[in-house]
């Protein structure tokens, strides 16, 4: 499986924007690339997902680069509720049990 | 959350003995995944079962058992084989097979052997 790398962590200011980068070099042209957020003693929580295009939701938006081998999650403007570990995720079409692999995150801290 | 229940909370275990941790979901999803995680790491697959009556091994099966018989739950039961069970534990469901989806996950039950 195509595998994703992150910084262990990052900080950000509240009410600054948030660019939490992710690459994959090894990612195939079947692979979908998803965020997920982990808020302390929570399970995690679905952010986002695209394929190529650029994507934006009420919660973020989704920065794939032209070559798709890397990506950046955007948090417009950081709250201290945004305070988790970010995952990157990559997901194969042609995985039978479209698990999902989870590497290590990025701790996000947020300042007031 | 929101359509997810996993029970109890918090669970305490001695060596040696059994337990089970309960899934439940009203969400008709088909697919359901069991993950293990411990302090300061990612999650691992433990079970994952994208139908009733079947079910898939993970990466870190061994020392764990699953069943699938209603579409609404999905219990994991840790054994006593599992050498190293405190962790929390995550379940998971999916609508459908597909990577164009979203997962949704329970609050986690927090296993602690004593």
């Known amino acids: 499986d195509a595998k994703t790398t992150q910084p262990n962590s990052m900080e950000s200011n509240e009410e600054e924007p948030v660019h939490l980068p992710c690459n994959h070099s090894t990612i195939s042209g079947t692979d979908y690339i998803h965020w997920y957020r982990q808020l302390p003693s929570q399970g995690p929580e679905y952010v986002i997902h695209?394929?190529?295009s650029n994507v934006n939701n009420r919660m973020a938006s989704l920065a794939i680069a032209e070559d798709r081998k890397s990506s950046t999650l955007i948090l417009h403007r950081a709250t201290l509720r945004d305070a988790a570990v970010y995952y990157c995720?990559?997901?194969?079409?042609?995985?039978?049990?479209?698990?999902?692999?989870f590497g290590g995150g990025t701790r996000l801290m947020v300042k007031p | 959350d929101g359509g997810i229940t996993q029970s109890p909370k918090y669970l305490f275990r001695k060596e040696g003995q059994n337990v089970t941790l309960s899934c439940e979901q009203n969400?008709?999803?088909?697919?359901m995944y069991w993950y293990r995680q411990d302090p300061g790491q990612g999650l691992r697959l433990i079970y994952y079962?994208?139908?009733?009556?079947?079910?898939q091994k993970g990466d870190i099966a061994e020392g764990y058992s699953v069943s699938r018989e209603k579409k609404e739950s999905f219990p994991l039961t840790v054994t006593s084989a599992q050498k190293n069970p405190t962790a929390f534990y995550l379940c998971?469901?999916?609508?459908?097979?597909?990577?164009?989806?979203?997962?949704?996950f329970g609050q986690g039950t927090r296993l602690t052997v004593v």
């Open positions: 969400l008709n999803h088909d697919a």
């Open positions: 079962s994208q139908i009733v009556n079947d079910f």
């Open positions: 995720i990559l997901r194969d079409y042609n995985n039978a049990g479209n698990m999902l692999t």
């Open positions: 998971a469901v999916q609508r459908g097979f597909g990577v164009n989806t979203e997962a949704f």
């Open positions: 695209g394929l190529t």
